[in-house]
């Protein structure tokens, strides 16, 4: 009596497909970084985003010649003629200490010219990570400009 033929993988080809498993696992690997690195960069373009939307908030609620603004959760900004000024955010968007810092940006209110003399200009400019605002060729993540008339 015969037999019935058997049915397997040799070991050639055994040894084939673990190589093409193994190349496709490494490319899918090798994506991961970058992928992780684009949702950081989205994170944090989403907080700078959140930040200026809240200081524009306040800006528009608050007079512009209180320059003591205790209430709020930024206490050293105000609508008015002011130096460029540098502060540091967290990962929620909270203002801290350079050290804990996610987020730095760079803050400037100009006046406007004529006829618009009681209007301002006002510019945010966000860097992550917060240490590259200290480099004299960064270019920042994000920039903001709102234009306020009190």
């Known amino acids: 009596m015969k037999k019935p033929p058997r049915h397997a993988f040799s070991?050639?080809?055994?040894?084939?497909a673990l190589g093409i498993f193994a190349f496709c696992a490494i490319a899918i690997f090798?994506?991961?970084?970058?992928?992780?690195?684009?949702?950081?960069?989205?994170?944090?373009?989403?907080?700078?985003?959140?930040?200026?939307?809240?200081?524009a908030g306040m800006w528009e609620v608050v007079?512009?010649?209180?320059?003591?603004i205790t209430n709020l959760p930024l206490t050293n900004f105000y609508i008015g003629s002011s130096n460029a000024s540098i502060s540091y955010f967290d990962e929620f968007g909270?203002?801290?200490i350079q050290a804990d810092a996610v987020?730095?940006?760079r803050y400037a209110a100009t006046p406007m010219a004529a006829?618009?003399?009681?209007?301002?200009?006002?510019?945010m400019d966000f860097y992550w990570p917060a240490a590259s605002?200290?480099?004299a060729n960064a270019k920042p993540g994000r920039s903001?400009?709102?234009?306020?008339t009190k």
């Not at 007079?63 to 003591?68: M, Q």
């Not at 006829?115 to 510019?123: C, G």
């Open 144 to 148: 903001f400009n709102y234009i306020f």
């Open 103 to 105: 987020l730095a940006m």
């Open 133 to 135: 605002i200290n480099n």
């Open 94 to 96: 909270r203002e801290t």
């Open 63 to 68: 007079p512009t010649t209180n320059t003591n």
């Open 11 to 16: 070991l050639i080809e055994v040894v084939i």
């Open 30 to 55: 090798s994506l991961l970084p970058v992928a992780m690195n684009s949702v950081q960069s989205v994170y944090n373009e989403s907080n700078a985003n959140n930040i200026a939307e809240s200081l």
């Open 115 to 123: 006829p618009l003399t009681n209007s301002f200009s006002v510019t």
